[in-house]
Structure formats: structure tokens, C-alpha cells
């Protein structure tokens, strides 16, 4: 278990429930999720009483998840899944076709692959999301640069990339080379888990295949109108040979957020905006505004701004400073056990259990 990421953090949370055993969802298919513990893969459901207690979609387990288990047997029907463990990160979408729902799409990760291919699917402003999304999610995020046979002008899409991948390291992949997918591997370590995210059909299976060192997964083509195809259609954990975890997942070409890391996604924009006359500055029409001298120096694009306007807008962020945009995150964060002070009692209490007081 532990080259499936197992550490002594979830260790020592599994102590709290006996009689269960500790599993990793490694996929889901509806309401069944197939469950890998120290004796094998299972077919598991969650509990009757978990059904009753869940309150949103994102409660519910995902792949990813460490959960708590009734049985590792393969005789008795299927597993009954009765917790999750607290999860270290998660990348977070705001599910399809709900206004206040959220939807993991990887649970306790640790660096997030972010691929876009270098065809006509390449778009900083979807980027700037997928960063914002990926640095919240409490993992690393790397970018992963796909089908660089495909682009005549390399240098030139990287520079693009410089401008609002700050501090994010940003590696440049093709399938028509046996070596193309190298640079990759130096992210691959035993124990640590890795989420291919991106649009569909920039090619996140053909770089698994590689890594795993066999085609594995399914790969299509890209069409004529140079738009990826569809080819992964649910989250799927898979342990590499050589040490490490992958989860591949469906494609996303329009990404819906529910929070955002605004100050690490946006990092140069708050830099100037601590020069502004006033601590409220919008950066519209107000005097001595840093941001807007930024922009008119040229040391700024109109479009990185206007994008910062607009995701601070979808996340209800709107005329919010860096420092209180914080506050409403951790407010929403612990909003369902009475805010941050019960928060503080339930971590004391769970750590007294674990000290046997």
C-alpha cells in the first residue's frame, strides 16, 4: 500500500475506526468503485449511512480517496465503504449542470500534470485556469507541453507561457520521438501520486502509455479540424512499474471553478497591486494605481488583466483583496463544522483519540 501513496498521515487517521481496513480508490464506475488494499483490488459501495449523511457531491469518494473499508475479502459480495480520510488535496471543478455543487476529480495528489497540446488547442486563458484550479488544489503543478511535432514556432508559444506560468516548471513532450516523454520521468517518485489533467485529446493517455511503458489505454487520432478527440471517459488510478501513481481523467475543455488560487496563479498582478495609492484599489479609475501604470508600461497585458477580472468575478472574489480572498476561502472551508474555531476543536480531539486520552 504504501507505493500506493499510503503514508503515515492516513496511517494514523485509519486508527481511528476499528475493525475497517484502509483502501485507495483507484476508479468508479456509478455507485461502484474498485478499491485497492494490501490484499488485492475489490469492488466496493459506500454504506447506507454515508448515503444518509453525505451533503455534496464532493463528499462522496474519488478517486484518489483513502477510505475505510468493512471487509478485504473477495467472498462476501461487495466491500462496504464507510469513510473517507481527510484528504490532503484535491483538484476541485464545479460539477456539470449544478450552480453550487463541486465535483473531485483527483483526491491527495501531489504534483498536477497540466497538458496542453501545441497544436490549435493551445489557449493561455484556459491555462490560467487550469494553474488557478491546480495551485488550490494544494499540489504542484506542473505544465506538460504535448505534440511539439505539430508546432513550427516553439519558442514563441513558451514565451507566452512565461508571461502566467510564473514559478511553474513547464516541459516541452512529442510522441514521435522514443525520448520525447523523458523529462517527464524525473517527476516520477515511489509513493507519489501524479493527476494528467487538460482538454481532451492532447494527448494525457499517450503520455501514461509511455510511462507505464505499454498501451495501456486507449488513443485516438487528432481530427482534421485539429480539435482533440475524446478518449478517457472516467478517472482511473494506475500504479506505475517503476515506482509512483497516475490518475488519468476525461478531458476538460471548458473548466467550471468553484476556488481559485488567485495570489500564486496571479502572482505578478498582486505584486503591483501592493504599490496602489489605496489598500481597496479596484485598478480601474482610481489615482496612482500600480496595476494600470503596469499595463500602460507594457509590463502587463490588457488580457492577463482581463482575465484576472473575470475569474475573480465567477469566484465570487469581485473587489476583494488579496488577504480577504484568503478569508473567504478558509470561511467556506470549514463552513460545515460551525467555522474555523470548531475546526480547531475537532483536529484537538482527533489528535487526543490518537494519543490514547
Known sequence: ????????????????????YIGRVISQYKDLYKVATENGELTAEISGKFRFAVKTL??????????????????????IIHHVLTRKSAFIRKAAGTSNNEQIVAANIDIVFICMSLNDDFNVRRLERYLGVAWDSGAIPVIVLTKA??????????????????GVDVLVTSSMSGDGFLSVRNYIENGKTIACIGSSGVGKSTLINRLIGEGVLETQAIRNDDKGRHTT???ELIALPNGGIIIDTPGMRELGIESIDLIKTFSDIDTFAAECKF???THTKEPNCAVQKAINDGLLSEERFASYVKLKKEV???????????????TAMFAEVGGMKNARKMIKTKHK???GF
Do not use: W
Open 1 to 20: 500500500m504504501k507505493n500506493l501513496g499510503l503514508s503515515q498521515r492516513f496511517i494514523m487517521e485509519s486508527t481511528l475506526y476499528t475493525g475497517l
Open 58 to 79: 464532493a463528499n462522496y469518494p474519488a478517486v484518489g480517496d483513502f477510505v475505510m473499508l468493512d471487509q478485504i475479502g473477495h467472498d462476501s459480495g461487495n466491500a
Open 149 to 166: 511535432d505539430l508546432c513550427e514556432n516553439i519558442s514563441a508559444r513558451l514565451s507566452e507561457i512565461d508571461a502566467v506560468a510564473i
Open 233 to 235: 471517459t472516467r478517472r
Open 279 to 281: 489598500h481597496d484599489c
Open 316 to 330: 465570487k472574489y469581485e473587489g476583494l483583496s488579496a488577504k480577504q480572498i484568503e478569508t473567504e476561502k478558509f
Open 353 to 355: 483519540k490518537r494519543q
